[in-house]
């Protein structure tokens, strides 16, 4: 056998050994990815810590973070909110308006008709006494909602109403409310505003239209000045004996009404009631001018 020449053997030696090389490396790599756990791990470990970008397939499928400056949806109403007056709100509202009432004066004639009682029927039953109509010059005086103490009139104005001298038998008097002075002590001794106000009609005054009721005739504190002026029977049950001089004032009873049109130029208002006794009932009917 011929001896090869030394370049060709070293270029074959070459040949042999790159290819023992690379089918090492093969049999090392499939190893290394199916069989070893720690392996594994250490691909993902060092695929986690890379501060490189996403491929193009990441990217491709994860949301975007949310930007701190993109403005969120927000539902918008389709209706506005509706908003409801309180009964605080509606009553001052009703006070502002009564206002251009204080200070406003009435002066007319009040057509007054009353039904006079006593209790000498079969038994001492209640019984129609008499009747009586007549006219009286008038008048209604409208103020600011009185105060006394730490209180103020719950009314949208004070009223006072007259009709006929406070002497004369058929006088009748209205007042809304008063302050009086009683003493800085109650019967236990407590200490109290030596300035009481009492309110003894419920007043509303809306468009215009007055609906007022005499809700407490204050008979109790002795301070009663809702009064209808009327004679009494020198003797009771004996009309033919006559009657005393004067009127006998008689405290009106809750209940009565005082209702009609008010405004700031005229009043046409009509009242009803009885007294406290039971021994008076009458209706008037008032027409007045603003002076």
């Known amino acids: 056998m011929a001896h090869e020449p030394g370049t060709r053997r070293r270029f074959r030696a070459r040949q042999i050994s ?25 691909t993902v470990s060092v695929s ?12 491709a499928t994860a949301d975007p973070p949310p930007s701190a400056d993109e403005p969120t949806d927000t539902p918008t109403p389709t209706e506005e909110p509706v908003t409801e007056s309180s009964e605080d709100e509606t009553v001052a ?7 251009a009432l204080w200070g406003a004066a ?24 008499g009747s009586r109509r ?59 505003d030596p300035h009481l106000l009492l309110t003894y009609w419920d007043i509303d005054w809306t468009n215009g239209e007055l609906d007022a009721r005499l809700t407490d005739p ?29 009127g006998h004032p008689h405290a009106l009873a809750s209940g009565a009404t005082f209702t ?5 130029s ?3 208002l009509t009242a009803e009631g009885g007294s406290t006794d039971g021994l008076i009932a009458f209706r008037l009917q008032f027409d007045g001018t603003a002076s």
């Open 218 to 246: 204050h008979t109790r504190q002795a301070i009663a000045l809702n009064l209808l002026n009327w004679p009494s029977p020198v003797v009771a049950c004996r009309s033919d004996l006559g009657e005393l001089p004067g």
């Open 260 to 264: 009609g049109r008010l405004d700031r």
């Open 18 to 42: 790159a290819l023992c090389l690379g089918i090492l490396c093969a049999t090392l790599s499939g190893c290394g990815s199916d069989d070893d756990p720690a392996a594994a791990a250490s």
């Open 134 to 192: 007549y006219s009286m010059d008038s008048t209604l005086n409208l103020s600011g909602p009185r105060i006394g103490g730490d209180e103020t009139e719950a009314n949208p104005f004070s009223m006072l109403f007259a009709a006929g001298d406070p002497s004369r038998a058929g006088a009748v008097s209205f007042w809304s409310s008063a302050v009086s002075a009683t003493s800085s002590q109650d019967l236990a001794g407590n200490p109290r």
């Open 106 to 129: 009435y002066s007319g004639t009040a057509d007054i008709s009353v039904d006079v009682y006593d209790y000498c029927g079969t038994g001492g039953a209640r019984r129609l006494a």
């Open 48 to 59: 986690g810590s890379t501060s490189g970008p996403p491929t193009s397939a990441a990217a």
């Open 266 to 268: 005229s009043a046409s």
């Open 93 to 99: 509202a009703d006070a502002s308006d009564a206002s």
